[in-house]
């Protein structure tokens, strides 16, 4: 059977607003995406700067996701160009299909702008947060929707629901009736396609970062439960501008499902409290029975425009997700492979065990150790793309 193959790209926390020139009213600018910020130079501007690196490296993608906050604290000209750009991305990206969700940044629970909570949100218009106006209807009446696909389906997740006022904003949530709805609709769902879930929200803890604890997705258990039931390839989520990918088992069925924290693509707040820049992504993912991805990432140097760039506070340029081999058996079959040579192209040996394609980061950090203290040098880490790889143990 041909596998289903998907190419995505991930826009997440743009964060985009106006210069506030008011720092006492308004407070600092927490984003580089600022609607009044000229587009030169292009290295400056995170929209400019992808632009030229999508025409430079010449490549598309079939589906870009938003896990929301398009906008800074409701700002409605944030949210209109935060989409726009998105928008203009898509198009560059050759997209078919663009598809978003809201960030808790994108619902106006202070009632700053009107007196309910979904205003901007519903009048933004343009296709947002979906293309079709009936699965716009199901998104906004029981806060969330499937978007199906002949290859893929996605869940999408409004998991700023409830966000009705500043105290109920304080976290994500799912309801029971939202559990019922997806469980219902998933129960005759037997087939191939590629399965994703995406929302603003994280639906497990990530408080790494002295980034908190309180403000995940209420009742996610629930809905994960049913999600590896039906064995969802990832679930996709933005908010916590700390990109981070790993896997949870599920308690009903221990399924590993890998939850991909795709971090912010333009905020600047994240940088002041934990070093971490700004990414873009994109995910490739082949399924035949099972799912494995491949992820390239680019990161936003101010002043320097997108770079494949690695570094402690960063995250890797090439990752993936759904080895089926474990750690320990990569390194044997490795070592099985380097015996009684010198050194070997890394790209070769990637031939060989394609599941060093699909480690996870602290997966591919853990076997660049493993072979380091078992005497095989790399020219590069794991998650660069070495160029070789040495026997130091060759007499």
Known sequence: MKPKILRLAVISDLHCHPTRKNLKEEGVNETYLLTDKLREPANDHPVESLLKVIDEENF?????LCPGDFTDKANIQGFIDGWS???????????????????NHDVDCYNNYSNYSLTTAKGIKQGFPLASQDDCNVFWSKGCVFV???????????????????ISAKSGAVGDD???YVEQYLKDKDDDKIQIAMSHHHPIDHSRQKLGEDDKIINADAL??????????????????????????????????PIFSSGSFSSCSNLMFTSIRNFFHVLEIKKNAVAKCTIKTWTFIP??????????????????????????AIFELIK????GKIYMQWSELTVKIPDINHLIPSDATRLNEMLNAKGYQLSGHIWS???QIFNLNTP
């Open 224 to 257: 994960l439960d049913i999600l590896g039931e039906k064995r969802f390839d990832v679930f996709i989520h933005g908010h916590k501008h700390d990109p981070l990918l790993r896997y949870h088992n599920t308690s009903k069925t221990n399924y590993r499902l």
């Open 178 to 180: 939202l559990i019922e």
């Open 336 to 339: 099985a492979e380097l015996s």
């Open 60 to 64: 598309s993608v079939d589906l870009t």
């Open 148 to 166: 199906e696909h002949e290859d893929y389906r996605v869940l999408v997740i409004n998991s700023s629901h409830y966000h009705y006022n500043k």
């Open 385 to 387: 793309k070495p160029n």
């Open 303 to 328: 002043n320097g425009g997108w770079r494949m760039h690695n570094d402690d506070h960063g995250f890797a340029t090439y990752s993936g997700f759904g080895n089926q081999l474990d750690v320990n």
């Open 85 to 103: 750009f998105s928008l203009e991305l898509n198009r560059k990206l050759k997209a078919a299909n663009i598809i978003a969700t809201l960030g």
